[in-house]
């Protein structure tokens, strides 16, 4: 298994792909990832099963979780608990963002 990473290289994969997002590490007690959303598409994402964290890297918008939108912008982390639905809405520039599961990303 691979110990180092390199973003730009993760990035590329979601680019040449159909998907706005890519996990590269999947284990049983861990899983991360980064998603890229561009202005207008929609986050699909349904709950997990595992609590998630994502630190937002560069980009703008908003994070709805349960009922609650949260503004988003660089630098900021947010906390959402297993099972709570939540999805990324209304950026109007490129969203890229690092996400991690307590657990594997199924």
């Known amino acids: 298994m691979?110990?180092?990473f390199n973003l730009k290289d993760?990035?590329?994969?979601?680019?040449?792909?159909?998907?706005?997002?890519h996990t590269f590490i999947n284990k049983d007690s861990l899983a991360a990832g980064i998603l890229?959303?561009?202005?207008?598409e929609e986050d699909t994402q349904e709950p997990h099963e595992s609590d998630e964290v994502y630190f937002v890297l560069s980009g703008n918008g908003c994070l709805k979780i349960k009922n609650k939108n949260y503004t988003?912008?660089?630098?900021k982390l947010f906390f959402v608990a297993k099972?709570?639905?939540?999805?990324?809405?209304?950026n109007?520039?490129?969203?890229?963002?690092?996400?991690?599961?307590g657990g594997s990303d199924s």
């Open 2 to 4: 691979n110990l180092e």
């Open 10 to 21: 993760n990035l590329e994969k979601i680019q040449k792909s159909n998907s706005y997002f």
């Open 36 to 40: 890229i959303l561009k202005p207008g």
């Open 72 to 75: 988003v912008s660089k630098d």
């Open 83 to 90: 099972g709570t639905s939540h999805f990324f809405h209304s």
């Open 92 to 101: 109007t520039e490129d969203l890229k963002v690092l996400y991690f599961f």
